[in-house]
């Protein structure tokens, strides 16, 4: 099959998709197949998951085998429910093995549960004339799902990476794009995808019934994708990644201090829809640029509360919270506010994006130096590069908790411990 590429735009080389695998399994197996998609999406792998028992012959076959034919690898779920003859077999497999024959980098990834072996299905596979097995890539058995995401990452990066190269694309200065989003993508972005999409919005829930992932979701699922991301791309000497962000601003908070430099990776927050906005949080810059502006209401006390209302005012939605949380009575408090005032120009360029980003930073500096503050509330309405750019910055500390404004009412998002 050809390789179509869209255009080239601004970095690199855009694909047409973000990476992406077909799920094949038995629909009685849906509810393990749903925990190891979870996985594949916290590592930025999209999924394709077919429909089970279709009808020969109807629209939705031809789907299928049109989202074999582009995607970039096909894992199969093998229980003992799996080997029985039907639409697996019969039009799945088949699909996915013409195509590795004419493309030899297309990989078909077996997942064993349950106890079955290669073998069992290689007898199945010749009493029922389904001569494929020995087509199978590296089967992933009695592992876990974050390592089978983790394996299937690493296999469909190096695909797309030979693909870049058949493309003559000079991987050495390549900058890849990377695409975070807790809530569906706008309808106007340009026709070519993400190289990653990390999509976290069955953590998120959807619009007018937002959840919160806790913390056991955090630990289990979403800083394992982000640091195993950040290490594929460390690995392969990425020197730069564009990343865009269309997330609640805990998530990313989060996203910023979990992919936070290392010595060979920078990634840069560009801001979709907006040319010419990129916000790099590690800038040197010798700037005394301050635009925030600072009050500050000093006490005898371990724990702070920084206050950015920059995109609208939330004096009452925090008088609401402190009722609600479990905050101590005194407490030091920081509110920053852009020069600009309250609302959507409160941050007029990316330099002064980071500005401000340094301008927080340094008073939690201060206040954890000189006044032994150790628990950091960060109340914010503001753009979502600025949290990410925050971030980054974070590492120094511990217990740090951020609070987003939604709805009229600030909302606990995340810690970093």
């Known amino acids: 099959m050809a390789e179509q590429h869209a255009t080239t735009v601004g970095v690199g080389l855009r694909f047409p998709k973000s990476a ?7 629909r009685v197996d849906r509810t393990p197949v749903q925990n190891l998609r979870k996985h594949l999406l916290a590592h930025g792998i999209q999924t394709w998951i077919d429909v089970e028992d279709l009808e020969y012959g109807s629209h939705t076959e031809t789907e299928i085998r049109s989202a074999i034919r582009q995607c970039d690898g096909l894992m199969l779920y093998i229980t003992k429910n799996t080997l029985k003859r039907g639409f697996i ?12 024959v004419g493309e030899p980098d297309f990989k078909i990834i077996p997942i064993f549960r349950e106890g079955i072996k290669p073998p069992l299905v290689k007898r199945f596979c010749e009493k029922n004339a389904y001569n494929f097995i020995g087509e199978f890539n590296g089967p992933l058995s009695e592992i876990s799902d974050e390592e089978i995401a983790k394996k299937t ?17 000079d991987l050495a200065t390549y900058e890849p794009w990377i695409h975070f989003q807790t809530f569906e993508r706008a309808p106007n972005l340009p026709p070519f995808g993400p190289d990653l999409t990390l999509d976290w919005e069955q953590f998120y829930g959807t619009e007018g019934n937002y959840d919160y992932p ?15 991301v950040k290490h594929l791309l460390s690995n392969h000497n990425i020197k730069t990644v ?25 990634f840069l927050f560009e801001r979709e829809g907006v040319s010419n906005w990129t916000v790099d949080p590690l800038t040197v810059d010798a700037s ?36 609600s949380l479990p905050l101590p009575d005194q407490c030091h408090h920081l509110v920053f506010t852009s020069v600009h005032g309250v609302g959507p120009m409160a941050v007029a360029s990316p330099e002064e994006e980071v500005a401000m980003v340094r301008q927080i930073r340094d008073e939690m500096i201060r206040l954890k130096g000189l006044s032994g503050v150790n628990h950091f509330h960060i109340f914010m309405a503001g753009p979502q590069e600025l949290a990410a750019s925050l971030g980054f910055h974070l590492n ?15 909302v606990h998002g995340y810690t970093i411990k």
């Open 153 to 169: 990452l690493r296999t469909v990066w190096a695909r797309r990476l030979r693909r870049l190269e058949k493309a003559e694309v």
């Open 20 to 26: 992406n695998v077909f799920m094949s399994y038995k």
């Open 242 to 266: 564009h990343a865009t962000l269309q997330t609640r601003l805990s998530a990313a908070l989060a996203i910023g201090y979990a992919v936070r430099q290392t010595a060979n990776l920078r």
């Open 89 to 100: 077999w019969d039009v799945e497999i088949p699909t996915a093995v013409t195509r590795q």
């Open 214 to 228: 806790n913390e056991e979701v955090w630990d289990a699922l979403l800083l394992p994708g982000l640091r195993d």
């Open 396 to 410: 120094t500390f511990s217990n740090v908790s951020i609070y987003e404004y939604t709805n009229n009412s600030y």
């Open 288 to 323: 005394t640029e301050t635009p925030l502006k600072i009050e500050y209401t000093p006490a005898d006390s371990s724990t702070a509360i920084i206050e950015c209302p920059l995109k609208q005012p939330t004096k009452s939605a925090l008088t609401r919270a402190r009722s």
